[in-house]
Nanobody, 116 residues
Framework: QVQLVESGGGLVQPGGSLRLSCAASGFTFSRYGMSWYRQAPGKERELVASITTSGSSTNYLDSVKGRFTISRDNAKNTVYLQMNMLKPEDTAVYYC?????????WGQGTQVTVSS
């Protein structure tokens, strides 16, 4: 059974940091590209960051470049999103996604709220 379980969300003040984790099981994690998406209320889901199977290449949404870092540990079947200098506009539900050819899996999401 495929599972992607996100954790690490919560309430943080502007300028603060959070580290999201996504633990994968039920598929060969190291063969899948991994991504973090987010969806704010009333907005479409958007791609925040992605990382290749080996972790050698990453891509970021322009608005998070220099603040967020995606990484993965294939030995632990886990992908991370380190979020620094958080802003109120980063408030959203964050989802991890695994993709390999036509196979796409989603997690259930974790809420991140940036507010004073």
């Amino acid at each position: 059974q495929v599972q992607l379980v996100e954790s690490g969300g919560g309430l943080v003040q502007p300028g603060g940091s959070l580290r999201l984790s996504c633990a994968a099981s039920g598929f060969t994690f190291s063969r899948y590209g991994m991504s973090w998406y987010r969806q704010a209320p009333g907005k479409e889901r958007e791609l925040v960051a992605s990382i290749t199977t080996s972790g050698s290449s990453t891509n970021y949404l322009d608005s998070v470049k220099g603040r967020f870092t995606i990484s993965r540990d294939n030995a632990k079947n886990t992908v991370y999103l380190q979020m620094n200098m958080l802003k109120p506009e980063d408030t959203a539900v964050y989802y991890c996604m695994a993709k390999r050819t036509a196979y796409v899996y989603w997690g259930q999401g974790t809420q991140v709220t940036v507010s004073s």
